[in-house]
């Protein structure tokens, strides 16, 4: 029965309801022509003596199954389950991402513990978002739960992801490398000719070759199996690790840091105890104990700025001139500059920034100085623009004897200009014409109401502004070495000459920098050993063929796509074929179609057309009976071709005798 035919009365079937569910018992069972008779008589008896198998048989919709009921997970089941999630790649590289975001406010929102004043003016501004960034705990972003929490999850994702896959790693380099697969014609770099060496010799030969390349070799059989490549998975694992370390110096930093900032004026000096600091922070962990014993001195600051261009104003030299001592040792001179702090005693003094501090001398209505000190100012702007405040809290009288507290505004420019403008300002940050403004306030300073003051600010709540006979504000502009004289006695100011220069230190003590700096660096050398580095597997085989001549196949597989396998095995292949060079060729039967004497090394397409002079007899013996026999040689070219190489198998690709063709 033809195709067509039997196709025809599948389709006659399927038209008829009754017999739809029938199993076909003619020319598909064997039974001939005959058979197909009986059908409708013997449908119902043959359905239930089929039974089960029957209902598998029929075309109709099959049945829904029963649910699966499968067994409760359990605390302990779901303990694991919990903790393959966590130790997984993707819950890490979540967390990962989780922690990133959650550092955004940490840098946008002012922090309690980097500037408690910004905090207090931002929460000034902002009554409405206040109440929401304080139940967040977005004022401390760095020791709140829910940051704590990504943390810790993070850390205990990444410990256990290292731990097995550090013993798995461990594992693999006690192993040897496997021993090389029963068809090397498979892989992706392969390469093959016959040699008269023998096959020890070849082997001997690859050993050495593949040592002298850093390969792990090993003779395994007929063949020699080498890897190479561990470097990748090592520059893995350090990459993880280096992450751990990073997390603990961070950790180590917050918990037993403290920084605090200190302003000193040339000729004075600083002392590492908690008294001194202007502004201090610490971690929770940290105990004043733990400070530095260590002090230095402000022997001069030095700072030059670009003159002319449009660099103008940059400055070109920053430095500050100090002498310090360690745990009461001797004075040790020292330069600091940006960048480039000064260590002492397991601190580091960073020099941050610098202004001006004129000398002001004021005297009261005797002439009896009451206070004579360099006020440093604060800068406002790139060309050192600053203000500030002289404060004379005791030891002020008026003319007539009355104690009284005195409250001085000061404005300077170390650059002056403006002149006939009606304004002041700075147009170069270097003392080139140095103007200090001066006005005076006289009342209660209010120092003594328990609220802290801005020593750059003036509170004038209780104080009146001293004023001219037409009742207007006096104010003056003052050149170095001139006096302004309050009215009825009150007394005068005076801007010295001399004007000095002060710096802003940074003192820093963070155990954990250390430890962050080499993780930062490892992790660099493993994330590029594991992206550069590619694991790559060598077999060398040699075996006698048929013939006595020794055949000698190599192939190559890398753990990665890698470009540079086919190129490697090529400088292996040459570096063996000069060892073991290619037979002569021998003389071939008449009838015989010629064999080439060596192959070259593919990657990915199969051994090339007559790649192989091993194979050479048997492709001449099935060529002389294909002559005799087509369809045996059909079948054996199916047989010969390996499955998964794209052709069909042997069942598939020759028909059975017998069948309508």
Same mark, same amino acid.
């Given at each position: 029965m033809s195709n067509t035919e039997q196709t025809g009365r599948r389709a006659e079937r399927a038209d008829r309801p009754e017999q739809a569910d029938r199993p076909e018992s003619g020319a598909d069972s064997g039974a001939g022509p005959g058979a197909e008779? +009986?059908?409708? &008589?013997? $449908? !119902? /008896? +043959?359905?239930? &003596?089929? $039974? !089960? /198998?029957g209902e598998r048989l029929s075309t109709g919709p099959a049945q829904d199954p029963e649910p699966a009921t499968l067994p409760a997970l359990g605390l302990v089941g779901w303990i694991r389950w919990f903790w393959r999630q966590l130790t997984s790649m993707r819950v890490a590289l979540i967390l990962l991402f989780l922690l990133s975001l959650g550092a955004i406010p940490g840098s946008l929102i002012p922090q309690n513990g980097v500037d408690e004043t910004k905090v207090s003016a931002f929460k000034e501004a902002h009554e409405?978002?206040?109440?929401?960034?304080?139940?967040?705990?977005?004022?401390?972003v760095y020791s709140s739960v829910w940051f704590s929490a990504i943390y810790i999850l993070l850390f205990v994702s990444l410990i256990g992801c290292i731990v097995p896959r550090t013993h798995q790693f461990v594992g693999q380099l006690r192993s040897r490398p496997p021993g090389a697969p029963r068809r090397l014609t498979r892989l992706p770099a392969y390469a093959t000719w016959r040699t008269e060496a023998t096959p020890a010799q070849v082997r001997e030969a690859g050993l050495k070759l593949l040592r002298k390349r850093r390969f792990r070799v090993h003779a395994a059989g007929d063949a020699v199996a080498a890897e190479k490549g561990y470097l990748r998975e090592f520059g893995n694992l350090l990459f993880h690790i280096s992450l751990i370390v990073m997390l603990l110096a961070f950790a180590a930093g917050q918990l037993f840091r403290a920084e605090g900032g200190k302003l000193v004026v040339e000729g004075d000096g600083f002392a590492n105890t908690l008294s001194q600091y202007d502004d201090f922070r610490s971690g929770s962990l940290f105990a004043l104990d733990d400070l530095g014993h260590f002090s230095f001195e402000l022997r001069r600051f030095t700072g030059t700025y670009e003159a002319t261009g449009p660099q103008r104003g940059t400055p070109r030299t920053f430095e500050a001139e100090v002498t310090y001592a360690e745990n009461g040792g001797p004075d040790k001179e020292a330069v600091i500059?940006?960048?480039?702090?000064l260590r002492v005693a397991g601190a580091r003094v960073y020099l941050i920034e610098h202004g001006y501090a004129p000398v002001v001398t004021v005297r009261d209505g005797k002439g009896k100085i009451v206070s004579q000190e360099a006020v440093p100012l604060l800068p406002l702007d790139a060309n050192v623009t600053s203000q500030g405040v002289v404060k004379v809290k005791d030891g002020y009288r008026d003319k007539n004897g009355k104690r009284d507290q005195l409250g001085i505004p000061l404005f300077f420019v170390p650059t002056f200009a403006g002149e006939g403008q009606g304004e002041m300002f700075s147009v170069f940050p270097a003392l080139v014409d140095p103007r200090l403004s001066v006005s005076a306030y006289h009342g209660d300073l209010r120092a003594d109401s328990g609220v802290p003051q801005n020593v750059y600010q003036l509170d004038t709540s209780k104080m009146k502004q001293f004023k001219d006979e037409r009742g207007e504000i006096l104010k003056k502009?003052?050149?170095?070495?001139?006096?302004?004289?309050?009215?009825d006695g009150a007394g005068s100011i005076t801007f010295e000459k001399e004007i000095k220069e002060w710096a802003s230190f940074q003192i820093s003590q963070q155990p954990g920098n250390g430890w962050a700096l080499a993780g930062a660096v490892a992790a660099i050398l493993g994330l590029t050993a594991s992206l550069f580095i590619q694991r790559r597997r060598v077999w060398v085989r040699a075996v006698e063929g048929p013939d006595g001549v020794t055949v000698v196949e190599t192939a190559g597989l890398g753990r990665g796509e890698s470009a540079k396998l086919p190129e490697e095995l090529a400088e292996?292949?040459?570096?063996?074929?000069?060892?073991?060079?290619?037979?002569?060729t021998a003389p071939a039967a008449p009838d015989a179609p010629d064999a080439p004497a060596e192959s070259a090394v593919r990657e990915d397409d199969g051994p090339a057309d007559g790649?192989?002079?091993?194979?050479?007899?048997?492709?001449?013996?099935d060529g002389a009976r294909a002559a005799d026999d087509p369809a045996a040689e059909k079948r054996d070219a199916a047989a010969r071709t390996p499955a998964g190489d794209g052709a069909e198998p042997a069942d598939q690709a020759v028909p059975s005798e017998g069948a309508s063709q």
């Open positions: 008779s +009986g059908t409708g &008589s013997t $449908g !119902a /008896a +043959g359905e239930s &003596s089929l $039974g !089960a /198998a409405t978002l206040t109440p929401i960034y304080e139940k967040l705990q977005l004022f401390d500059r940006v960048n480039e702090p502009q003052l050149k170095p070495g001139e006096t302004f004289t309050l009215p292996l292949v040459a570096a063996l074929h000069s060892v073991a060079p290619t037979a002569p790649a192989a002079e091993a194979r050479a007899d048997g492709d001449r013996a």
